[in-house]
Structure formats: structure tokens, C-alpha cells
């Protein structure tokens, strides 16, 4: 198997000269200095929103890990999200007598919490004059895609969730952020950020 990835990879013209990790401490600075510098930039904004949180399990429960009796049909394994049997989709205050699907608990409130939202709203235009300027040298399946997304119209998007495992949430002087202990950033928002990361990891290393 390793022999076949590493041909795969020669193909490519690629070679294998580090490993990283988005669990390292470069990943986590440089994913703060994003943040920071995207806020201060007016691009980030602290938005409240009502999540379910099992009191038992000791955390927030994401929509689909939350079930119930269906309003619509009465199917009693209906989650948060949506409902298998007649596919109507739900929002998880919609359920009657909602349940943590992780423990069983009907010991479940709604309660609010504060999360970092990206405003890509306001990085609509530029965003697509990039595109434009840079998609001719593109596969023509990343343009179309990319063009999808800007004419559906990007939507502030949380970078922030209620979690223990991850990259946590700093302010400029590297102590966590008040309202934030119990947050990490989003995967979707350091994954990326891991990649000049690990670089910035091989160049120190290597003195390149
Ligand atoms: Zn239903």
C-alpha cells in the first residue's frame, strides 16, 4: 500500500517531507492570528443562538443528536434535523418528548450560546473578482463550483462550536477568550490554516 501511494505521489511530481498535525501548537497560533486579524477587519461578529443542551451528557447536542416523536406524522424516532419517515425536515424544538440520542436523557433544555460567525457576506464581491481573475488557470470544475457558491450567495458561516477536542479560542495575549473555555474553533475553519502551518513547521525545521 505504501508503495502504490508513494508512485501515486511521484506522479504528481510530490514528495513527502512532513508530517503535521492540526493538533500542533503552529496550527493553533496561526489559526488565532486568522481569527484575530479577520476580526479586527470587522469580518467576524459574536452571534447567539438557541442550541439543545442535555443536561445529563453534559454538553450541546448537535441536531441530529436529538430525538423525538414527529409533530407531522407521530414517527417517534424522528431527529432533530430531520424526519425519516415522512422527510419532513425538523428543527429540534419541533420535537415531542426529545431525547439525547447519546445517553437516552429526556433531560434536555434549549439554551442560548455565543458563537464567532464569519461574515462572508461582506467578502462576496471581492471573492468573486478573485475567482475571475484567477479561474482561467483553474480546472474548469473548481470555477463552476466556486461560481455556484457565489451566485447562491455566501452566508455568515460559525467558525466556533461547543466542543473539548480542538484548537481553542484565544484572546491577543493567548488566554482563552471570556464566554469561549468551553469552545474550539470549527474544523472547517483551522483544517485549512493547518496546511501553511505544517509548512511554516518544515521551513523552521529544514531552514528553508
Ligand atoms: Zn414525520
Known amino acids: 500500500q505504501y508503495e502504490i501511494q508513494r508512485a501515486a505521489g511521484e506522479g504528481f511530481n510530490l514528495s513527502y517531507d512532513w508530517f503535521g498535525r492540526s493538533s500542533r501548537p503552529a496550527n493553533s497560533a ?24 442535555s443536561v445529563d ?8 443528536y436529538v430525538e423525538g ?22 428543527d429540534p424544538v419541533d420535537l415531542i418528548d426529545p431525547y439525547s440520542s447519546v445517553s437516552g436523557s429526556k433531560n434536555i433544555e434549549i439554551r442560548d450560546t455565543n458563537h464567532l460567525y464569519l461574515l462572508q457576506t461582506q467578502m462576496q464581491d471581492k471573492i468573486r473578482d478573485w475567482v475571475n481573475s484567477k479561474g482561467a488557470q483553474w480546472p474548469g470544475l473548481a470555477v463552476s463550483i466556486a461560481n ?19 484548537v481553542p ?12 473555555e468551553d469552545k ?12 501553511i502551518a505544517a509548512t511554516q513547521e518544515w521551513a523552521e525545521a529544514t531552514g528553508n
Open 69 to 90: 416523536t414527529c409533530p407531522t406524522c407521530g414517527f417517534e424516532k424522528a431527529r432533530g434535523d430531520q424526519c425519516d419517515n415522512c422527510g419532513r425536515l425538523l
Open 169 to 180: 479560542v484565544l484572546d491577543a495575549d493567548g488566554n482563552p477568550r471570556p464566554g469561549y
Open 184 to 195: 474550539v474553533f470549527y474544523v472547517w475553519f483551522d483544517a485549512p490554516i493547518e496546511y
Open 148 to 166: 455556484k457558491w457565489l451566485d447562491e450567495g455566501l452566508i455568515a458561516r460559525a467558525i466556533t462550536r461547543d466542543l473539548s477536542w480542538g
Open 57 to 64: 451528557d453534559g454538553r450541546f447536542l448537535p441536531d441530529r
Open 30 to 53: 496561526l489559526t488565532q492570528h486568522f481569527a484575530q486579524v479577520l476580526e479586527q477587519n470587522g469580518l467576524i461578529e459574536e452571534r447567539t443562538s438557541k442550541q439543545v443542551y
